[in-house]
């Protein structure tokens, strides 16, 4: 998601606090607001996947193999 799209984002919001939106501007909203919302989530998941801890043992627990589905590359 690029800058312009979060600017027409707020532009969208300002105008329907002011003046109101068309249906058309509506829906452009619905969809630029879920297509923002999408790339936060990929953005989380990505840092959530990344996570690893260190067990008391010395072992390390990578979070994203464990809990996110993700695959050893080797297997």
């Known amino acids: 998601m690029d800058q312009s799209m ?10 329907s606090q002011s003046t109101g ?11 630029l ?6 790339v936060i989530r990929r953005n989380m998941r990505a840092n959530l996947n990344s996570i690893s801890i260190q067990e008391q043992d010395g ?12 695959r050893d590359e080797q297997s």
């Open 6 to 15: 979060i600017d027409r984002i707020n532009e969208l919001y300002h105008k």
């Open 21 to 31: 939106l068309s249906e058309e501007e509506k829906a452009e909203q619905a969809a």
């Open 33 to 38: 607001r879920k297509e923002y919302i999408a």
């Open 59 to 70: 072992t390390v627990t990578d979070l994203g193999k464990k809990y996110g589905g993700i």
